[in-house]
């Protein structure tokens, strides 16, 4: 993929604003949020300094980073007549439709009715969205109706904690962690970008996340994670996934979780999520899915020089921790949740309504003729 070429259809290459939030495809490891490594933040902070981070420009202080978790703990729990809404969605529903109605409904019951309210209604769907993500699941597939509220601090550990009622490990908790870090905040990917369009309307919050859930949910962007799931789960050894990815690249179909639209030849994400995928699978004392994995992109790299971007190597780690595939987008969710609304506050901070040109490829002028004569 070195000779990538950023110019071209899909805006490619073309600055669309400014961001202080983030950097993608420069220097060092090639992703910063704020100014820090990407790869510094999965080792050093928690997804809730992350979030505050985005939020407010800076770190938290232990005082601050404490005010925020408990913030956030007192805004889980859903109002009645969400969890009546999710109580008659079906069990086949795409997850994703799940998430975007819960964000617009939520947006009916707890409207931001001014920008001053910005913040708020931001840490209101970050707080929610594991419960609406969980309420919905359990009931639709296993009849019960949960508590949306647990004890755990953590936006990881709280979603773990609802999915299967239980205390997760430690380890799995900070696996959480570095996944709601990496996949917090990305510039103006596709989904970002739908969110600042809306935003430049000067439409409510609420509004900008829907739009965005909605972008999100394409397997060209964040559903990369499950259609790569669905693959993996298909190959029965490593030897097995060459010969069948050849097939798919003959047929010259995609494959789910390789190459990205700004990135040359890694995903920086990729090494910190693919190293917890190694972890999981041995403590999970089978490393089967995760040599099919390796395999993967060891042949996709040496077949096509296209590199694992940050979705790859999160299905099988989703996978090792019991994560059923189709919640793995609406993490996603839970995690961008930061950056859609902080970049949503970023437009709102100096705004001009986003509205491009294109160029016309249609009929010469003409004259309607009269209909009984076309
Ligand atoms: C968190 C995220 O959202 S990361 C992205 C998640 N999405 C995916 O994993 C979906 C699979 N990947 C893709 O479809 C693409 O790589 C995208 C959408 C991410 C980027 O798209 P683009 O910038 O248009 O890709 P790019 O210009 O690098 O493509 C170059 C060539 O490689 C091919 N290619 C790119 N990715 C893949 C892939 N995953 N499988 C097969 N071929 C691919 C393209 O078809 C293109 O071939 P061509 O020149 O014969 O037309
Ligand atoms: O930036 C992109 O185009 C897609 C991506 O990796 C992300 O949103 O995390």
């Not at 989703?318 to 595939?325: A, E, K, L, R, S």
């Amino acid at each position: 993929m070195s000779d990538k070429k950023l110019t071209g259809a899909g805006l490619r290459g073309q600055s669309a604003g400014e961001t202080k939030l983030c950097t993608v495809g420069k220097s060092g490891s090639g992703l910063t949020y704020c100014g820090y490594d990407i790869a510094d933040l999965a080792d050093n902070a928690t997804f809730e300094e992350v979030a505050y981070l985005l939020f407010n420009g800076e770190l938290p202080n232990e005082g601050q980073l404490a005010a925020y978790k408990e913030q956030l703990m007192q805004m889980r729990d859903l109002p009645h007549a969400l969890k009546s809404v999710l109580q008659l969605i079906p069990a086949d529903a795409h997850p994703m439709d799940v998430m975007r109605t819960g964000a617009s409904f939520l947006g009916n019951l707890e409207p931001e009715t001014d920008f001053s309210q910005q913040q708020m209604a931001s840490n209101r769907l970050l707080a929610a969205f594991p419960a609406i993500m969980c309420y919905w699941y359990r009931f639709s597939h296993d009849g019960v109706e949960i508590e949306c509220t647990t004890d755990e601090d953590s936006l990881g550990g709280h979603f773990l904690k609802l999915l299967n009622g239980k205390t997760p490990s430690e380890q799995h908790r900070r696996v959480m962690d570095v996944s709601l870090i990496l996949y917090a905040e990305h510039e103006f990917n596709a989904s970002t970008f739908t969110a600042r369009v809306c935003a430049s309307t000067l439409s409510d919050m609420f509004s900008c996340v829907t739009g965005a859930i909605g972008s999100l949910r394409g397997p060209l962007h964040g559903g990369a994670n499950e259609a790569a799931m669905d693959m993996i789960q298909k190959f029965t050894s490593p030897a097995d996934a060459k010969e069948k990815m050849a097939g798919m690249l003959a047929r010259k179909e995609k494959i789910m979780g390789f190459g990205h639209a700004i990135y040359r030849e890694s995903d920086p994400r990729n090494v910190i999520i693919k190293k917890w995928s190694e972890k999981l699978a041995q403590e999970n004392g089978d490393t089967s899915l995760y040599d099919i994995s390796v395999a993967c992109e060891e042949f996709m790299w040496d077949s096509k020089k296209l590199f694992c971007n940050a979705d790859f190597f999160h299905a099988s780690a989703y996978y090792f921790m019991g994560i059923p595939t189709k919640l793995f987008t609406p993490i996603f969710v839970c995690s961008r949740l930061t950056g859609w609304a902080a970049h949503v506050m970023e437009q709102r901070d100096n705004n001009r309504i986003i509205r491009p040109s294109a160029d016309y490829t249609g009929s010469e002028p003409r004259k309607v003729t009269p209909i009984a004569t076309r």
